[in-house]
């Protein structure tokens, strides 16, 4: 098993900088946010307003669950809330080696400023990041093998960190 997983706060990059190690690897990309919406043919603003957090969460363990055993060389992108729910925690770290892209308040606001496709954060966004992010910072930390700071980096600057602490070349 040669795999990285990814794991954050929403706009901490899981996406961005996940694709792009993926290519830099010539390694499989795949975004759990993405299978589901491919799953269900629906956004996942869509899935929360239709059938709310609930299901969606259900969807994310279903998925997560589904990918045990059958994956290698890939990086995989979480949800932001995937390991929240107990037990999904144990589960990606038996896919790979986790990567926290640990990233403050301030950046994630700067970062996701008029960005309508969080449900979560509808509303008074800055109340919701630092309630949510003070909540699941220490969950994230935990469930980590590394943690790798995004804030004022670039890309490929933190893609370079992953590659050099994970010894994923070797
Ligand atoms: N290191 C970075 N420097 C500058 N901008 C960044 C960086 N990482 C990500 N971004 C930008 O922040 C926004 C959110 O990034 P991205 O969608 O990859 O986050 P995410 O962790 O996948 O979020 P979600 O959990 O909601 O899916 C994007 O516009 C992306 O281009
Ligand atoms: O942090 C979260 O709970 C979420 C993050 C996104 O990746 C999506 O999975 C969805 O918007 C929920
Ligand atoms: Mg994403």
């Given at each position: 098993?040669?795999?990285?997983?990814?794991?954050?706060?929403?706009?901490?990059?899981?996406?961005?900088?996940?694709?792009?190690?993926?290519k830099?690897?010539?390694?499989?990309?795949?975004?759990?946010?993405?299978?589901?919406?491919?799953?269900?043919k629906?956004?996942?603003?869509?899935?929360?307003?239709?059938?709310?957090?609930?299901?969606?969460?259900?969807?994310?363990?279903?998925?997560?669950?589904?990918?045990?055993?059958?994956?290698?060389?890939?990086?995989?992108?979480?949800?932001?809330?995937?390991?929240?729910?107990?037990?999904?925690?144990?589960?990606?770290?038996?896919?790979?080696?986790?990567?926290?892209?640990?990233?403050?308040?301030?950046?994630?606001?700067?970062?996701?400023?008029?960005?309508?496709?969080?449900?979560?954060?509808?509303?008074?966004?800055?109340?919701?990041?630092?309630?949510?992010?003070?909540?699941?910072?220490?969950?994230?930390?935990?469930?980590?093998?590394?943690?790798?700071?995004?804030?004022?980096?670039?890309?490929?600057?933190?893609?370079?960190?992953?590659?050099?602490?994970?010894?994923v070349?070797?």
């Amino acid at each position: 098993m040669n795999n990285l997983i990814l794991i954050g706060f929403m706009g901490c990059g899981k996406t961005s900088v996940g694709f792009q190690l993926a290519k830099r690897l010539n390694f499989n990309f795949c975004d759990t946010d993405q299978i589901i919406e491919e799953k269900v043919k629906d956004t996942i603003n869509h899935i929360f307003e239709i059938k709310g957090e609930e299901y969606f969460r259900k969807l994310e363990t279903e998925t997560i669950k589904g990918l045990i055993g059958k994956l290698n060389n890939t990086v995989l992108s979480v949800g932001g809330g995937l390991p929240i729910q107990t037990g999904n925690e144990r589960l990606i770290r038996e896919l790979g080696c986790v990567v926290y892209l640990k990233t403050s308040k301030d950046t994630i606001m700067q970062r996701l400023s008029g960005d309508t496709t969080r449900p979560l954060l509808a509303g008074d966004q800055d109340k919701r990041i630092e309630k949510l992010l003070s909540f699941r910072a220490p969950i994230y930390e935990a469930a980590a093998h590394l943690i790798v700071t995004t804030d004022g980096r670039l890309i490929h600057d933190i893609i370079d960190e992953i590659i050099n602490r994970t010894g994923v070349l070797l």
